[in-house]
T-cell receptor, first 115, second 114 residues
């Protein structure tokens, strides 16, 4: 099973709402990632978790709060977002054992619209 | 970070071979060349990777120039299902932790027509 699942597929939220995006993988991977992709642009890395610890935060605003409760799950908590945060949010995972040759497996993404 | 340069878009006829170029003139000796593609309404997916030698797998072939300053992804017989954005990515020489970064460039949008 090489599947990364993400829920929900679509999300509409107001600027005062709190919501969470969820990502799950059962491949035994120990590295998990959040990417943000604006329309017609390439994905941009937001966060990396390695062995359930945050190892990279690409200077993401604090209104985005990641959480890795266990090795299979990755959450992204959203609070007080702005309309410009509307984007496709992609989750990915990889084995977490090699720097150069690891394949990252992506989920289908959550399309977020902030009103 | 070493950067890659790809054409914005390319067109191909179905059942024809497609050669997608990538320039990476500042590549370092330990950078691997990876290709991912993103089909419409999907997340990116891995295609192939290599270091110095040409590589083949069931999806594609990767031809790497002798000086490693450029590479070409080859789809031997394009189908409509190959219409996607293809990203050429150099894996970051990153020493922190065991995870590794993917830094996407703008990619090449491949259109396949009947």
């Amino acid at each position: 099973d090489t599947e990364v699942t993400q829920t929900p597929k679509h999300l509409v939220m107001g600027m005062t709402n709190k919501k969470s995006l969820k990502c799950e993988q059962h491949m035994g991977h120990r590295a998990m990632y959040w990417y943000k992709q604006k329309a017609k642009k390439p994905p941009e890395l937001m966060f990396v978790y390695s062995y359930e610890k945050l190892s990279i935060n690409e200077s993401v605003p604090s209104r985005f709060s990641p959480e890795c409760p266990n090795s299979s799950l990755l959450n992204l908590h959203l609070h007080a977002l702005q309309p410009e945060d509307s984007a496709l949010y992609l989750c990915a995972s990889s084995q977490g054992t090699s720097k150069y040759q690891e394949t990252q497996y992506f989920g289908p993404g959550t399309r977020l619209l902030v009103l | 970070d070493a950067k890659t340069t790809q054409p914005n878009s390319m067109e191909s006829n179905e059942e024809e071979p497609v050669h997608l170029p990538c320039n990476h003139s500042t590549i370092s000796g330990t950078d691997y060349i990876h290709w991912y593609r993103q089909l419409p309404s999907q997340g990116p997916e891995y295609v192939i990777h290599g270091l110095t030698s040409n590589v083949n797998n069931r999806m594609a072939s990767l031809a790497i120039a002798e000086d490693r300053k450029s590479s070409t992804l080859i789809l031997h017989r394009a189908t409509l299902r190959d219409a996607a954005v293809y990203y050429c990515i150099l894996r970051d020489n990153w020493n922190t932790g065991t995870a590794s970064k993917l830094t996407f460039g703008t990619g090449t949008r491949l259109q396949v027509t009947l």
